[in-house]
């Protein structure tokens, strides 16, 4: 299990405000974790922290998408950083293998490399 951790915000359309071309948005919002049951409630993780030798006390942040995923989104409750969302093996994962999870996307408003890849598969 994969976990995720980073700033506690209510409020999205704040964390996008600078951002000028559609572009921008998706890749401010891109490390934005939605967390279920509270539409207004998100995890993000900034920009300056997004590289592992800037920010690893969770890695959840960095799995990957596919439409064949062999892991899913999951919540848990962690004592020192309460309700987190998680990445949990939906089967076996074998050493060495990457992590996928299906993002999950909207195809009316999706980044334009995740429709060219649903359009291929």
């Known amino acids: 299990m994969c976990m995720f951790n980073g700033i506690k915000v209510d409020i999205i ?3 996008a405000k600078n951002c000028v071309t559609e572009e921008e948005i998706y890749d401010r919002l891109s490390y934005n974790i939605h967390m279920p049951g509270d539409e207004n ?3 993000d ?3 300056g922290y997004r590289k592992l030798a800037e920010y690893s006390a969770s ?6 998408h596919s439409f064949t ?5 999951s919540t848990i409750y962690n004592p020192r950083w ?3 969302r998680t990445v949990r093996a939906v ?3 074998r050493q060495g293998e990457e992590v996928f999870v299906d993002y999950g ?3 009316v408003r999706c980044p334009e490399w995740y429709r060219m890849l649903h359009q291929q598969s």
């Open 105 to 107: 996307y909207d195809l």
């Open 82 to 84: 309460g309700r987190i």
């Open 41 to 43: 409630f998100f995890l």
């Open 13 to 15: 359309s704040n964390i």
């Open 69 to 73: 995923p062999n892991c899913e989104f």
């Open 45 to 47: 993780i900034p920009p």
């Open 59 to 64: 890695l959840g942040h960095k799995v990957n």
């Open 91 to 93: 089967n076996s994962i």
